[in-house]
C-alpha cells in the first residue's frame, strides 16, 4: 500500500485564517503561516490553502502569504481560489506554492487544464471536483457547491485527468460538514476508474472514518479541516491509530 496522506485544509479571508481554530498555543489563531507551521510540525504530509476572497488586489495578498508560509514549513502545500489563467499559476508558484487548485476555471474552460499542464507540468496541477447527489447522480457543482452544472462527476473526473491534471480534490458536498464520513463509494467509484491520485474531502468526523475512506474509498490522501483545527482529531493521534490499523502513513 502506498503511504497514504493527511491534508489539513485552511480558509483564507484578506489573508488570514477562517472558520474558527481551536489552538491554544496560538499566539494569533488567525496567521495563516503560525498555523501552517504548527500542522506541518504535528506531521501533516501537505496543507491546501483556499483564498475565498473575492477581491481585485487578492493577487498581491495572497502571493505575499504564500511566500510566508513557504519559507516557514518543509511540506508541500496547495494554493486555491480565484485562479484562472496560465500567469496566476505562474505567479504564485514563483511565490513558493508547491501546486495550484482549480475549479470553476476547469469547468468553464476545460481547455486551460491542457494549458498549465503543458506549462508547469501535471504534479502543479490539481483539480478540485465538488460533487452533489441529484436524484440518485453525481453532479458537478461550482461556486461552492452551490452552482449545479450539468457534468456527471465519474466522467468530468476522467476528462481531467485525461487532460494532464495530476490529482483530483473530490469534495462531496452532501457529507461536507456532516461529519458522518466520507463518500467512500463514491471516491472508490473514481480511483478506481483513474490512474491519478485523488484527494477525499468531505465528512471527515472520527478516526474511523479515515480508515475508511483509505480502505473502501480507496483514496490516496484524506483532506479536513474543522476537525483539525478544533482539536478534535490530533494529527499524532491519528497517524498513530492508522498505523495500528495497518494502514500505511508517513510519521
Not at 20 to 33: H, M, Y
Not at 141 to 167: C, F, I, M, S, Y
Not at 218 to 239: R, Y
Not at 245 to 251: D, L, N, Q, Y
Request: hydrophobic content about 45%; overall charge negative.
Amino acid at each position: 500500500m502506498l503511504t497514504k496522506r493527511i491534508i489539513p485544509c485552511l480558509d483564507i479571508k484578506d489573508g488570514r485564517t477562517v472558520k474558527g481554530v481551536n489552538f491554544v498555543e496560538l499566539r494569533d489563531a488567525g496567521d495563516p503561516v503560525e498555523l501552517a507551521k504548527v500542522y506541518s510540525d504535528e506531521g501533516a504530509d501537505e496543507l491546501v490553502f483556499l483564498d475565498i476572497t473575492a477581491t481585485v488586489d487578492k493577487r498581491k495578498t495572497l502571493a505575499d502569504l504564500v511566500t510566508k508560509v513557504a519559507k516557514a514549513i518543509t511540506i508541500p502545500f496547495t494554493v486555491g481560489g480565484g485562479i484562472s489563467t496560465v500567469e496566476d499559476v505562474k505567479f504564485l508558484l514563483n511565490a513558493g506554492a508547491d501546486k495550484i487548485s482549480i475549479n470553476s476555471a476547469a469547468v468553464n474552460n476545460p481547455g486551460v487544464i491542457d494549458q498549465m499542464a503543458r506549462e508547469f507540468g501535471s504534479q502543479c496541477i490539481v483539480v478540485a471536483i465538488d460533487t452533489r447527489d441529484v436524484d440518485g447522480i453525481d453532479f458537478v457543482h461550482t461556486h461552492g457547491g452551490r452552482k449545479p452544472t450539468l457534468l456527471k462527476t465519474q466522467a468530468w473526473a476522467k476528462e481531467v485527468a485525461d487532460r494532464g491534471a495530476g490529482e483530483i480534490l473530490l469534495t462531496s458536498m452532501d457529507h461536507d460538514g456532516t461529519k458522518a464520513g466520507f463518500a467512500n463509494e463514491l471516491t472508490a467509484e473514481i480511483s478506481a476508474e483513474l490512474s491519478i491520485p485523488v484527494i477525499a474531502s468531505g465528512g471527515a468526523g472520527t478516526m474511523a472514518h479515515f480508515k475508511d475512506v483509505f480502505t473502501f474509498g480507496q483514496a490516496d490522501a484524506a483532506l479536513a479541516a474543522s476537525i483539525f483545527h478544533f482539536k478534535e482529531i490530533g494529527i499524532p493521534e491519528l497517524k498513530g491509530y492508522l498505523a495500528e490499523e495497518g494502514i500505511s502513513v508517513r510519521r
